[in-house]
Structure formats: C-alpha cells, structure tokens
C-alpha cells in the first residue's frame, strides 16, 4: 500500500465542513452538489447496496444508502443537523479501494493517477473527490442531490476508460476495463530462466556466477501507467538475477584481479521487440551487496504484444565492476563492463 498522505480530495472535504458547520444547518447554505463528510460511525457501510468497480489501482467498493431529507448532528463531522432544500436530498456514500485485490498484480504498475468521478441522480451529474488510496478503513459523506435521489449510478473515468455502474443493483458497465474484472490471481512463482547464458568477455578462472530467474508471463489491459491499445495487451512478467564475483587471470594464473559489480542495468527483447517499460523494483535485490558478495536486481517488464505474442526471450544484464583485490604482478584496470546474455524463452 502506498505511504499515508493527505490528497488534495480529502483536504477538500475536510475543508468544507466548516462551511457547513458555520450555515448552522441552514438549508440555503448548500448548494447541490456540496459534500458532506460524515463520521466514520453513520454505518452507511453498514445500511447500503454495495457495487464493486474494479481499476487498474484496486477494486472500488462503493456503499450507497437511501437518499434523507435530514442528517442528524451524530452523523457528521461537524456535529451538527442538516436539513435538505426544497426539492433536493443528501445521498449517504461510502466507499474504499480494496488494493489487495490487485495481487502480485500491483507489482506492474507505475501510474499516479487518480479516477474522476460522478455521481448522477436523476438525470444531473454531480462531480465528487475520489476516495484517497492510502486511507485506511472507508470514507463516508453525503452529497446534496436535486430530485428524490431514485436510482443513483456512479460514472467512473481511469485514464480515459469510463465505466458506469448502477449503485442500485451493482451492475457496471465496464466497457474497455471488462478485462480486469477477469483476471485470475496470479501466483508469481519463478522458475529458472534457463536458455543459452554468455557473458562478453571470457572467463579465465572459474565458471561464470550468474543466477536469472522469472515468473510465467501475464497478460494486462493496464500497466505501468497506461491502457493497452485496441486489440493489445500489456504482456508482464518479472525477472530476478544474481551476479557475483569476476575473475581476470593472466594465461597461467600466476596474476589476477578480483571484481564485483556495483551497477546494473537490465535489457529485455522478446521476439526481437524491446519491452515498452521497466520497472526496477526498488524493494527487493541490491547492488552491490557487500554481505553476500554479489550484485541482485529485480525488473518487472512490460512487453506490447497481440493476441500471439512470441516466446524468445532475450534478457541481458549491464554491470560495472570494480576491482576488489589482485594477486601477482598484473595491469588491471580499476573498472571492467561486462554485459551477461541470457537466449532463453518464457515459460
């Protein structure tokens, strides 16, 4: 789950409640549209249908209650009772991303962006802050509505992909998302890359100390920070590699030099194709790792492919060494570049 902050969405509601607070619960001091925060005790989560929308970010779990006339003091921020203007009501929300949904999914996601919503009651839409996707537990409000506050749909807009769902019955209309609400829970388990592994210069001591591992490929209509275009898909899969100690020998290994790695920079083609984005995940390996000897990386990589996309795998690994120690008399320089290719294919 991303760090706590406050967005601007949430300043906004916490904004307006002394605006409301100061009406005194006048009528003719909110306009429909205005929104406001409730505690987090009104039990709308509790008194609601609920629809669930699912988004590139986590499923949206929506609660909406039957619209009222009043709200009572124990019901909002502010502590105090609200009274609806002629021919209008409040309709109780509440609502929270559910970002464990997304799985290991999350890990192929590189966007800050945010949904637009609205809310649309009786034919006028109202627009409203989205909900904030590191706040824990959900977040409740009213939403002063012209009408009755009959059948209540919300209009939901990720990255340019609207989905429309009726707050009455949970149904949406998905449109170009429906892909997410069809994605099985990935397991992420590696496997050996395998393949045809060479580094780019010769090995003169012992064998290469390489490890590559990756999990079967997924596929995704949103990753990075993108929608796939028309008839594509983002083709994912993650890729964890090890290298450790380099030797550079004279013929006769009477002379030498010690490396380690201290960078590395990942490349990936996949059928001659370079991969669209990659994420190098900054939690997990390090480089240099002084306690185990040896450089780690993790990338997670996004491939556009069609509806057959190829399995040669091409992954190559950009180090930089540093000369650690030598032994004998030999001109070694203090920095090597070394490029370690693996010809493999997904699994």
């Known amino acids: ?40 005790d009104a039990g709308i989560a509790e008194s609601g249908s609920e629809t669930t929308i699912a988004l590139p970010i986590g499923n949206l779990l929506v609660t909406v209650g039957k619209a009222v006339r009043e709200i009572s003091a124990d019901d ?15 309709m109780p929300v ?6 464990t949904s997304l799985g290991t999914y999350a890990r192929y996601l590189e966007t800050t962006s945010t949904p637009v919503v609205d809310l649309i009651v009786d034919g006028a839409s109202y627009r409203i802050p989205p909900p904030e996707v590191s706040t824990e537990g959900p977040e409740s409000f009213f939403v002063a509505v012209r009408g009755s506050g009959d059948g209540p749909e919300l209009k939901v807009d990720f990255d340019g992909v609207v989905q429309t769902a009726d707050l009455t019955t949970g ?20 496997v050996p890359c395998g393949g045809a592994v060479r580094p780019s210069r010769a090995v003169t001591v012992s064998e290469l100390s390489f490890t590559c591992t990756m999990t079967p490929p997924v596929r995704l209509p949103y990753a990075g920070d993108a929608w796939a275009a028309d008839g594509r898909t983002w083709l994912a899969t993650t890729v964890e590699t090890a290298f450790g100690r380099w030797d550079e020998a004279a013929a ?47 990338f997670h990589v996004l491939f556009d492919v069609g509806e057959d996309a190829p399995r040669n ?18 001109d070694a320089p203090e920095q090597i570049k070394l490029t370690v290719t693996d010809r493999t294919r997904l699994p």
Not at 9 to 28: E, I, R, T, Y
Not at 81 to 89: C, M, Q, R, Y
């Open 1 to 40: 789950m991303l760090p706590r902050r406050r967005s601007a969405s949430v300043l906004g509601l916490l904004l307006l409640a002394p605006a409301l607070a100061a009406c005194g619960g006048d009528p003719a001091g909110i306009a429909a549209g205005d929104v406001v925060p409730a505690r987090h």
């Open 76 to 90: 909002t921020r502010q502590l105090e009772k609200l009274s609806a203007a002629d021919g209008e009501v409040f």
């Open 94 to 99: 509440s609502w929270q991303y559910d970002t």
């Open 171 to 190: 149904d949406v209309d998905s449109g170009a998302a429906a892909p997410l609400y069809d994605l099985a829970p990935a397991t992420g388990e590696a």
């Open 252 to 298: 006769d290994l009477s002379a030498g030099a010690i490396y380690y790695a201290g960078t590395v920079d990942g490349v990936f083609t996949l059928g001659g194709s370079k991969a669209v984005q990659v994420i190098r995940d900054a939690g997990r390996g390090t480089c240099p790792d002084i306690a185990n000897q040896n450089c780690s990386a993790v």
């Open 313 to 330: 795998l091409v992954i190559k690994q950009r180090y930089e060494l540093g000369r650690t120690s030598t032994w004998g008399t030999i």
